[in-house]
């Protein structure tokens, strides 16, 4: 009979896992995940070839001689890793369900994690990850991690996180991918919550005809997060799209995003998009674009703006508290509906932001939001 996480797991965990969406997936694909420096491994029904183990195990076994600390510089050596996940998709395997993984902060400590995702060619995952603190009373905490990429030929790759930290927690993520000929890879994260400090500036290295996209939704009330992504178009036909979208209110947040044309017939763009709700925040967009060539088609988009007075004088006369309708509004300017992601995956993000509400809902339908 297979484990349950639920069996595992004391209730204030579970309730963590909740907030960043992992129980809508009911975790009946294989888990990973770490709660400080322990781990469990949810094994169900695995797809024929398909391996999901720990960092630990794959090294090991020697799986991660040509993959890990090859696109990223490491934290610590492999020896001194507390945790982290490898995953490997054997050539031509389409895996039917998102695979979930997770990562838990308890108590005050440097988290110490390296990942590794490799995609064969043909192949396709999905991988829905979970970041978040518990205690909220404890103070301090670093997640520092390592992810590393290798998506092959005609393979597919959806990388799609939110984050729940506590506002004294510090993240310093460092992530690369490298995208065969025709492959194909998506980054999609969400963080909403007050952070003292998160930097992440995904590197994705594109072969001829693949393709890349990120998406940042993010909502920071306190705190600093800086994120960005930076895409390097290495052969003709490949393609790159960043966009980010935030929300300030008394933090400083940073959007940035380049894409650097490496190879001639490359097409890029960026957009940064920016919300600032109170003088005491600060939001600084920079979009970046490099061309090494003449035939390329880079173009980059950035707006920082405030909210419309008469959108909000609007939505009180219809009824709603000046509160309502600027979360209503901030709501609106998040929402990823618009945006390129699988729709399961529009779904947890729509929830984690509290999107999925009836008043909401009702306002987007009539077209009012």
Not at 31 to 39: A, F, G, H, P, R
Not at 129 to 137: A, H, L, P
Not at 165 to 181: C, H, I, K, N
């Amino acid at each position: 009979m297979s484990t349950r996480l639920t069996d595992n797991l004391p209730d204030e965990v579970l309730k963590a896992i909740e907030e960043v969406g992992l129980d809508k997936y009911g975790f009946d694909s294989s888990s990973y995940y770490l709660k400080d420096e322990t781990e469990f491994q949810i094994e169900t029904a695995r797809e024929s070839g398909l391996i999901v183990t720990s960092i630990k195990e794959a090294y090991r076994k020697g799986w991660l001689d040509n993959y890990l600390y090859t696109l990223v510089k490491p934290y610590v050596p492999p020896e001194k890793l507390q945790g982290g996940f490898f995953i490997r998709v054997p050539k031509g395997l389409k895996v039917s369900q998102p695979l979930t993984t997770c990562f838990l902060l308890t108590k005050d400590m440097e988290q110490y994690v390296a990942n590794v995702i490799v995609v064969e060619e043909g192949a396709s995952l999905d991988l829905f990850v979970g970041c978040s603190r518990v205690s909220y009373n404890i103070k301090g905490g670093k997640h520092l991690a390592t992810t590393e990429v290798f998506v092959g030929k005609n393979a597919s790759f959806t990388y799609s996180m939110i984050h729940m930290w506590a506002p004294d927690t510090e993240v310093y993520p460092r992530t690369g991918a490298l995208v065969e000929e025709n492959g194909k890879i998506a980054f999609n994260y969400a963080s909403l919550r007050e952070i003292r400090n998160l930097v992440s500036n995904p590197k994705i290295k594109l072969k001829a005809n693949a393709e890349a996209t990120v998406n940042n939704l993010i909502y920071l009330p306190k705190g600093a997060i800086d994120m960005g992504g930076v895409a390097e178009l290495l052969g003709e036909g490949a393609k790159a799209k960043l966009i980010s979208r935030m929300v300030v209110k008394d933090g400083h947040g940073i959007t940035r995003g380049l894409i650097v044309a490496s190879s001639p017939k490359v097409i890029g763009h960026i957009e940064c998009d920016g919300m600032i709700l109170s003088d005491k925040g600060k939001l600084t967009t920079l979009p970046g674009l490099e061309a090494n060539y003449s035939d390329v088609q880079l173009t980059h988009e950035a707006s920082i703006g405030k909210v419309s007075d008469e959108e909000l004088e609007w939505l009180v006369a219809k009824g709603f508290t000046e509160e309502e309708a600027l979360e209503l509004i901030v709501k609106g300017f998040l929402d990823p509906a618009s945006l390129d992601m699988p729709e399961s995956i529009k779904l947890a993000f729509k929830e984690a932001l509290g999107l999925s509400d009836k008043g909401y809902e009702k306002l987007m339908r009539e077209g009012l939001l």
